[in-house]
């Protein structure tokens, strides 16, 4: 975690921590309905207020909006577990790989939180302090794949504009965490990392045309070609996620790894027969 993020985390709970009494109480007194506070009006009332914004404090409204975002991504994660062939499958092989996955360690957090610490859009949350180097910064990211101690996947609440991003999210971190289980991964190996990397964008979905168009990317092979317009977005996201990497000393470095591996790891397509 880069000590700029820690600042202005430690600065949001501390905020957070002065106003909530004080809100609770004049939110409540604003709205004179301190009698009862447990009646259906009050608690209507109340989430009226904090819909509005009127006589709620920032914090509290924000606290509010963290909840609702915690419970969507988790309701979305459990009908996915449940129901997405893609995530079934995925699950399904790295069990009878040997690595069994939890539904408790596919997990939803507020991004920002001390489980967040990767910072960026990399998919492999690699632990070091070493943050000064890393170029591009991503501009957000939606999940992580925590390898240690057991083998978790983050996903950051509040952070997904549709449940197929959720379930691409989840699809490209169990990749990770196939890889880790099958080949046993040293992530501050660049070259592991990209091939990872590669492997996760190509067989999630994270490349699809609808997702390049939604981050502005344009229409991939818009004029040579699906195929390549889709190769390029996979080699420009996994460059960004190895030179996130605090292993990765460069940009240079990172692309020099993801053009290294490059054939042998985009045509490996396990566990699926191919690209679907
Ligand atoms: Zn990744």
């Given at each position: 975690m880069s000590s700029s993020s820690s600042n202005s985390n430690s600065s949001t709970d501390a905020t957070s921590l002065n106003?909530?009494?004080?809100?609770?109480?004049n939110s409540v007194n604003s709205s004179n309905t301190s009698s009862n506070p447990s009646s259906a009006f009050t608690r209507f009332l109340h989430k009226a207020q904090l819909i509005t914004g009127l006589g709620v404090a920032d914090a509290?409204?924000?606290k509010d909006l963290e909840e609702l975002n915690l419970r969507r991504c988790e309701k979305m994660k459990s009908e996915l577990i449940e129901r997405s062939p893609l995530i079934i499958f995925?699950?399904?092989?790295l069990r009878l790989s040997g690595c069994q996955v939890p539904e408790k360690n596919i997990f939803c957090v507020p991004c920002g939180s001390p489980y967040s610490s990767s910072g960026s859009s990399s998919s492999v949350a690699v632990s070091s302090s070493n943050t000064q180097n890393q170029t591009p910064v991503p501009p957000l990211h939606a999940g992580a794949y925590l390898p240690h101690?057991?083998?978790a996947i983050k996903l950051c609440a509040g952070h997904f504009f549709?449940?197929?991003?959720?379930?691409?999210?989840?699809?490209?971190?169990l990749v990770h965490?196939?890889?880790?289980?099958?080949?046993?991964?040293?992530?501050t190996n660049l070259r592991h990392h990209a091939c990872s990397e590669i492997r996760a964008n190509n067989l999630s979905?994270?490349?699809r045309w609808t997702r390049e168009l939604r981050r502005g990317e344009g229409i991939p092979g818009f004029g040579s070609g699906w195929t390549k317009g889709h190769q390029t977005c996979i080699r420009r996201r996994a460059i960004t996620s190895v030179a996130a990497n605090p292993a990765c000393p460069?940009?240079?470095?990172?692309?020099?790894?993801?053009n290294e591996v490059w054939e042998s790891c985009f045509t490996d397509t396990r566990p699926f027969d191919e690209v679907y």
């Open positions: 106003n909530s009494p004080n809100a609770e109480t509290e409204r924000a995925m699950l399904k092989h101690p057991h083998g549709s449940k197929q991003h959720v379930e691409s999210t989840i699809a490209h971190e965490m196939f890889d880790e289980c099958r080949f046993k991964v040293d992530w979905g994270d490349c460069s940009l240079a470095h990172a692309e020099r790894a993801v």
